[in-house]
Nanobody
Framework: EVQLVESGGGSVQPGGSLRLSCAAS????????MSWVRQAPGKGLEWVAN????????THGDSVKGRFTLSRDGTKNTVWLQMSSLSPEDTAVYYC?????????WGQGTQVTVSS
């Protein structure tokens, strides 16, 4: 059974940093790209960033480029999203995502709140 478990969310002041984690299990982690997607209050899903299966290439959405960094460790089956220079516009539930054999799998999400 594929499982994605996010952690690391919380409340932070503008300009602060957080690191989110996504622990994966139930599939061959090193074979699949991983993504983070977020949903702000009252808005739709927004793709945040993607990392390839080897961790060699990452892409980021324009709204987070230069502030968020994605990485992964195959020995720990974990993906991290390092977020810095956070602003209230980054407030959202953050979801880890894996597309495996054309099926999208999601974690339960972790809340990030940025406010003063």
């Amino acid at each position: 059974e594929v499982q994605l478990v996010e952690s690391g969310g919380g409340s932070v002041q503008p300009g602060g940093s957080l690191r989110l984690s996504c622990a994966a299990s139930g599939f061959t982690f090193s074979s699949y790209a991983m993504s983070w997607v977020r949903q702000a209050p009252g808005k739709g899903l927004e793709w945040v960033a993607n990392i390839d299966n080897a961790g060699a290439s990452t892409t980021h959405g324009d709204s987070v480029k230069g502030r968020f960094t994605l990485s992964r460790d195959g020995t720990k089956n974990t993906v991290w999203l390092q977020m810095s220079s956070l602003s209230p516009e980054d407030t959202a539930v953050y979801y880890c995502n894996a597309q495996i054999l054309r099926v999208n799998y999601w974690g339960q999400g972790t809340q990030v709140t940025v406010s003063s």
